[in-house]
């Protein structure tokens, strides 16, 4: 019976053997193709220098005993745009303003240093950044001092009696500068 069942498996395979030993002749269609796109978009990151944040910049910053410490903070950008284009970083620096703005109260800024070097408003701001060229990335160090005695501020105005931290006439309370950067296409 072995025999026999071995012969009929042989039958079998050879039969079905024979199906796909046959190759297809006829028209198969043509070849298909897929296109793949991609784009990387310009970006411009810029903003207080935060290796934690998730494009390494922060857009706000809140310092604290700014009387006593003079604020310090590192401002940079960083960008794939090309060098055909230019931006400026420009940063305007309020006086410390009371918060009773009623009182008309303010507490001068004595200087502005960018990595250590005093530098100058232009026009009312002062250029910290520029990108004309090539530059992917740059980053400088800010420091804005409060007046803590009479002279000039860091406009060239006069400080008056009140108007410098641990002035005796100076108003009580708590005082806040605003500092305001901008990018300017130039």
Same mark, same amino acid.
Request: hydrophobic share 45%.
């Given at each position: 019976?072995?025999?026999?069942?071995?012969?009929?498996?042989?039958?079998?395979?050879?039969?079905?053997?024979?199906?796909?030993?046959?190759?297809?002749?006829?028209?198969?269609?043509?070849?298909?193709?897929?296109?793949?796109?991609?784009?990387?978009?310009?970006?411009?990151?810029?903003?207080?220098?935060?290796?934690?944040?998730?494009?390494?910049?922060?857009?706000?910053?809140?310092?604290?005993?700014?009387?006593?410490?003079?604020?310090?903070?590192?401002?940079?950008?960083?960008?794939?745009?090309?060098?055909?284009?230019?931006?400026?970083?420009?940063?305007?620096?309020?006086?410390?303003?009371?918060?009773?703005?009623?009182?008309?109260?303010?507490?001068?800024?004595?200087?502005?240093?960018?990595?250590? $070097? @005093? %530098?100058?408003?232009?026009?009312? /701001?002062?250029?910290?950044?520029?990108?004309? &060229? #090539?530059? +992917?990335?740059?980053?400088?160090?800010?420091?804005?001092?409060?007046?803590?005695?009479?002279?000039?501020?860091?406009?060239? $105005? @006069? %400080?008056?009696?009140?108007?410098? /931290?641990?002035?005796?006439?100076?108003?009580? &309370? #708590?005082? +806040?500068?605003?500092?305001?950067?901008?990018?300017?296409?130039?």
């Amino acid at each position: 019976m072995n025999k026999k069942l071995i012969a009929l498996a042989m039958v079998l395979l050879l039969a079905v053997g024979g199906l796909f030993a046959a190759a297809y002749t006829g028209t198969l269609p043509g070849a298909v193709t897929a296109t793949l796109n991609a784009n990387i978009g310009d970006y411009l990151y810029h903003g207080f220098v935060d290796a934690s944040a998730p494009t390494g910049f922060l857009s706000t910053k809140v310092i604290a005993d700014a009387f006593d410490t003079d604020p310090t903070f590192e401002y940079g950008y960083k960008t794939n745009i090309s060098s055909t284009y230019g931006f400026e970083f420009r940063m305007i620096v309020g006086d410390f303003v009371h918060e009773d703005v009623s009182t008309g109260a303010v507490i001068k800024i004595s200087d502005v240093t960018v990595d250590t $070097v @005093p %530098i100058y408003p232009i026009s009312g /701001y002062y250029l910290l950044l520029s990108k004309t &060229g #090539a530059e +992917t990335q740059e980053s400088v160090d800010v420091v804005i001092s409060p007046a803590k005695a009479a002279g000039n501020d860091h406009l060239g $105005v @006069p %400080i008056g009696a009140s108007e410098f /931290y641990g002035s005796t006439t100076a108003v009580a &309370g #708590a005082y +806040t500068s605003t500092v305001t950067i901008s990018v300017v296409a130039v």
